[in-house]
């Protein structure tokens, strides 16, 4: 689902390039914010909500793929119904 995304995209943060080309298992909550077009703040308040789960193992919390492609699916609206 993220595979579509994160093709041919770099970004530009305060703590320098990121390169949203590789493949990776879990991104930043700046990272995340970029490939679902949400801002920083607006992923944090997901997290404190709830609606989305981070790894706090390391100095950075991050947010695995995985998390992010079920957030995706569990918050899509079908048009159909």
Same mark, same amino acid.
Not at 29 to 55: F, P, Q
């Given at each position: 689902?993220?595979?579509?995304?994160?093709?041919? $995209?770099?970004? !530009?943060?305060?703590?320098?390039?990121?390169? *949203?080309? !590789?493949? &990776? /298992?879990?991104?930043?909550?700046?990272?995340?914010? *970029? @490939? /679902?077009? %949400?801002? %920083?703040?607006?992923?944090? &308040? /997901? !997290?404190?909500?709830? $609606?989305?789960?981070?790894?706090?193992? @390391? &100095?950075?919390?991050?947010?695995?793929?995985?998390? @992010?492609? &079920?957030? @995706?699916?569990?918050?899509?609206?079908? *048009?159909?119904?």
């Amino acid at each position: 689902m993220l595979d579509n995304l994160t093709k041919e $995209k770099k970004a !530009v943060t305060t703590t320098g390039t990121v390169n *949203l080309n !590789v493949e &990776r /298992l879990a991104y930043t909550m700046n990272e995340a914010g *970029l @490939l /679902l077009g %949400y801002s %920083y703040l607006s992923i944090w &308040r /997901l !997290v404190k909500r709830g $609606k989305l789960k981070t790894c706090g193992g @390391l &100095r950075k919390r991050l947010i695995a793929k995985a998390e @992010l492609e &079920r957030f @995706l699916r569990e918050t899509t609206i079908s *048009l159909a119904e």
